[in-house]
């Protein structure tokens, strides 16, 4: 099994945060990362510096496969940490579009007590789109972080023409 760095045709996100927030009051403006951060090989010891916000407690990722994937299985990696931020989402389902269009719920990631949690695809589902719906963050009606997901498998095989 291989890890598959697929070339992303387009990444859709809700807008994102840009300001610290105290008491309601926003306090200090920075500049947030891209969202491409989310789909860097995590690094170990990760921090909320190495997530990317996406404002208020719910929204949805999109990404399109620049080719078709044959998926093995997919993982969410999340900021280390001793105790779940307010912020960290709280259920986050992974759903992908297949080759004739049809929309499949492929998992739900909902322990992120885990640093990194892993669903595994057995039926090895072609997908051309993954869209990652975060339902619910853990009570941060701001902004939600989002760390680093991977998806692993090969590309699409072939069928041999005769």
């Known amino acids: 099994m291989m890890l598959l760095f697929v070339h992303i045709l387009k990444l859709v996100m809700p807008k994102q945060m840009y300001y610290i927030y105290i008491c309601m009051i926003p306090l200090i403006y920075l500049p947030p990362n891209e969202p491409n951060i989310l789909l860097q090989k995590p690094i170990k010891n990760l921090k909320i510096d190495d997530c990317w ?56 990631f909902n322990a992120f007590g885990n640093v990194t949690q892993r669903i595994e695809n057995e039926t090895h589902t072609v997908i051309s789109c993954l869209i990652q719906p975060m339902l619910q963050n853990h009570g941060k009606p701001i902004f939600t972080t989002l760390c680093h997901f991977q998806l692993f498998g090969e590309e699409e095989k072939e069928a041999s023409v005769s």
């Not at 997919?74 to 931020?85: D, G």
């Not at 960290?88 to 080759?99: D, L, M, S």
């Open 53 to 108: 916000l996406i404002k208020g407690s719910k929204g949805y990722i999109e990404t399109e496969l620049g080719e078709s994937v044959e998926v093995h299985h997919f993982e969410y990696y999340n900021f280390n940490q001793i105790e779940l931020s307010d912020s960290t989402p709280k259920i986050t389902t992974v759903e992908a579009i297949t080759n004739n269009n049809t929309l499949l719920q492929l998992g739900i």
